[in-house]
């Protein structure tokens, strides 16, 4: 082989594993950011908390610290009467403990799996939080009415039982359920259950909205319900839907009056209105 050509290629190769070696890095730093923001998320959760008890797991498919941080902190904000939420567990207990340390509102979630609501409800009468909560458990069904997964699919649509009495005004709806694998765009049917059923000022909170099927069906309610989208970079990402122009992120949050946010815009913590940063690093206004 021509000595030129050789090199060449060795010189291919090495930049070729420079390359990887970067990517590695970068993917090695991002996943550690995320367990620090996970792991402050939770700290600053736990403070929040009132329980007795220990939460549930919040790894795998269970929502993750820093949505349930924010969960908390806007419903100790803003003060919700009606929360509606479809799927439970851990939200279910954090929302719920909110709503106590509020000393008003109420809480209706919608849970398909008995095994889940059962757990649910043990864990809200050991926290004595029962009397903030309507869990209403029952398999899913037919649903026969808008939607984006195709007629003719092969896992056709369902959605949980629509069992609404007693339900009106809902000022907050947060999306996570039923299994993104029940059908294609799962969660799609909540807006349209319940929109007759929500306040003027509702917002509609979608968990995992990093998937594909979820971002496509917070775009469609957008379009048909006259939302404003916006999506919060959250570990599993969140979608925020509202008609009120506002701040969802950290405008919404306790945030340190002397520091200049758009600085430290790139750390995590301050979409959770959260301040780490060293005081020689703080800019005075």
């Known amino acids: 082989m021509d000595h030129n050509i050789q090199e060449e290629l060795v010189k291919q190769v090495a930049n070729q594993v ?15 950011d995320q367990i620090y923001t996970q792991l402050e998320s ?15 797991p919040l790894r795998g498919w269970p929502v993750s610290p820093d949505f349930l941080l924010l969960l908390h902190r806007w419903i100790t904000k803003h003060k919700p009467k009606v929360i509606v939420e479809t799927g439970s567990g851990a939200s279910t207990l954090v929302i719920a403990d909110a709503l ?6 109420k809480l209706f979630s919608f849970e398909h799996l008995e095994k889940y609501g059962n757990q649910t ?47 009106q005004q809902i000022e907050l709806l947060v999306v996570d359920g039923p299994p993104g694998g029940t059908c294609k765009y799962a969660r799609y049917p909540a807006v349209p259950a319940l929109h007759g059923r929500m306040s003027a000022g509702a917002e509609v909170w979608m ?11 917070c775009e469609r309610w957008a379009e048909l319900y006259g939302f404003d989208l916006e999506f919060i970079p959250l570990e ?17 949050l306790p945030v340190a009056a002397s520091v200049d946010t758009n600085t430290y815009s ?14 020689e690093d703080r800019q005075t206004s």
């Open 266 to 279: 790139d750390y995590d913590e301050w979409h959770l209105g959260l301040d780490f940063s060293l005081p």
């Open 42 to 56: 939770f700290f600053w959760l736990q403070r929040s908390l009132k329980l007795q008890g220990n939460l549930p």
């Open 121 to 167: 409800w043990q864990t809200l009468v050991d926290e004595n939080l029962t009397g903030w909560v309507d869990l209403r458990v029952g398999e899913l069904v037919d649903w026969q009415h808008d939607h984006l997964n195709p007629v003719d699919a092969e896992k056709k649509s369902r959605w949980y039982l629509r069992d609404f009495e007693g339900i």
């Open 18 to 32: 420079r390359k990887l070696n970067n990517l590695q890095e970068k993917n090695i730093k991002h996943q550690v």
């Open 207 to 217: 968990d995992d909205a990093n998937r594909q099927d979820e971002i496509d069906v």
């Open 100 to 105: 106590r340390q509020n000393n008003q509102g």
């Open 236 to 252: 599993k990402g969140l979608a925020c839907l509202k008609r009120a122009k506002q701040e969802v992120s950290a405008s919404t």
